[in-house]
């Protein structure tokens, strides 16, 4: 783990510890005996509701920064004894740059997808806010360009044009996410997670590969990613506030 | 402030922050940004070697050759570099000073290679096949054919004896 590495785990670190206070009634059950609690979770359905979400950080997050590529993307989150989530995520990505420094102009647009799973760390107190532990798998399947002044051979003074178009690529990946949910208003909720993702497999690699990834990233490594979502919740669950 | 308001003021406050978190992460370039190939040289015995006088390499081009190694004494590797656009490469090996020559050929496949947006683009190269004369040449094979920045061995060059 290199140092920028471990600073960003430190940052995930310290957000997370400060996430509890983010959440509506986090202490309501302090002090209750632990047995209680239990007995009130035996009670409850299975299948509680859905939780039907769109994330707003792929826009928003390119304005801050230089890497100018977007996501946008939906999911359905089902709730399971308010303590496992099943989810499946579908997204769009897109990028349409050119790069400063170099001149080279990258394109690529296309959907990705995401399974998974979430944990209801605090399931326990039975509130509708969650801070959640899970994880992903995602795969997209995309084509890109490349556009860049030709190279020019030092020794022989050669020039070889590079324009690539409809390069195909694949891509799996794994992500652990761990995030927050809170409710806003009633059945709906603002929330956010952040996701460490790792390539599992690209390919085939020609030309050095893709640059960006929709879904995964720019990042030919692990790299870090988040999402800040809005969500409407359809309750199943009539005994549920 | 109710517990309502101040629980999505503390979220928009967090969303600040992973914007900041995830803007941390950037591309690091290659340090060594030369693509070159590699060979070493050796004895029938497989041991590392050291030419026994002055090496003089050039490359042929069409416009007249390009020396690339000029007269170094006691050389036991050489950093060659491999065309953009030709599919087979000549070096010439002049031993001594015009004493004894070798021709080497390097056919290769040429890959224009994305780094990255912030790093540039680079001819990456594959190797396919090698051959020489054989004055004081014996043989040459190739050990890693992908000449890229990884500064790897590509060529392994045996020659009859030591010198």
Redesign the interface.
């Known amino acids: 783990m290199n140092a920028?590495t471990f600073?960003?785990f430190i940052?995930?670190l310290i957000?997370l510890a400060?996430?509890p206070?983010?959440?509506?009634?986090a202490d309501a059950n302090k002090g209750k005996p632990l047995s209680l609690l239990h007995n009130k979770d035996k009670g409850e359905k299975l299948f509680q509701g859905i939780y039907l979400s769109a994330d707003a950080?792929g826009y928003?997050?390119p304005i801050?920064?230089k890497d100018k590529y977007y996501s946008t993307e939906l999911s359905a989150t089902v709730n399971l004894k308010n303590r496992f989530f099943p989810v499946v995520e579908v997204g769009f990505g897109y990028t349409d740059?050119v790069?400063q420094?170099?001149d080279?102009g990258?394109r690529t647009q296309a959907p990705y997808y995401r399974i998974g799973m979430d944990y209801n760390m605090q399931y326990k107190n039975g509130k509708p806010n969650y801070i959640y532990l899970g994880g992903r798998v995602g795969y997209t399947s995309f084509k890109y360009n490349?556009d860049?002044p030709a190279?020019?051979?030092?020794?022989?003074?050669?020039?070889?044009p590079?324009q690539?178009t409809d390069i195909p690529c694949r891509a799996v990946w794994a992500e652990a996410v761990a995030g927050?949910r809170?409710e806003?208003?009633k059945n709906f909720y603002?929330?956010?997670s952040?996701r460490y993702k790792y390539p599992i497999y690209k390919g085939p690699i020609a030309?050095?590969?893709p640059?960006y990834v929709p879904g995964l990233?720019?990042?030919?490594k692990a790299?870090?990613?988040?999402t800040?979502t809005i969500t409407y919740y359809l309750n199943f669950n009539k005994r549920r506030p | 402030m109710s517990?309502?308001h101040y629980?999505?003021y503390?979220?928009l406050l967090?969303?600040l922050?992973?914007?900041g978190?995830?803007?941390?992460?950037?591309?690091d370039c290659p340090i060594n940004n030369v693509v070159a190939g590699k060979m070493l040289f050796y004895n029938h015995l497989n041991d590392a070697v050291a030419i026994n006088g002055t090496l003089t390499v050039s490359?042929v081009?069409p416009?007249g050759d390009?020396v690339?190694l000029n007269r170094k004494s006691t050389a036991s590797e050489l950093s060659f570099?491999l065309?953009?656009?030709?599919e087979t490469d000549t070096l010439i090996f002049d031993y001594n000073g015009g004493m004894l020559y070798d021709s080497l050929y390097i056919s290769h496949i040429?890959?224009?290679?994305?780094?990255?947006?912030?790093?540039?683009?680079?001819?990456?190269h594959t190797i396919t096949a090698v051959s020489s004369t054989h004055h004081v040449i014996d043989t040459l094979i190739i050990k890693s054919p992908e000449v890229n920045y990884d500064e790897r061995e590509n060529i392994q060059v045996i020659y009859h004896t030591a010198d």
């Open positions: 920028k600073r960003l940052i995930l957000s400060a996430s206070s983010c959440l509506r009634g950080f928003i997050y801050f920064v740059m790069s420094l170099y080279i990258y490349i860049a190279l020019k051979d030092p020794v022989w003074g050669d020039e070889s590079v690539f927050v809170a806003i208003a603002m929330g956010w952040l030309n050095g590969g640059w990233g720019s990042s030919t790299a870090f990613g988040a800040y | 517990p309502r629980a999505i503390r979220c967090l969303l922050t992973m914007i978190l995830s803007s941390c992460s950037g591309e490359v081009r416009q390009s690339v570099p065309s953009y656009t030709h040429n890959v224009p290679t994305l780094v990255s947006v912030d790093c540039g683009m680079a001819m990456f």
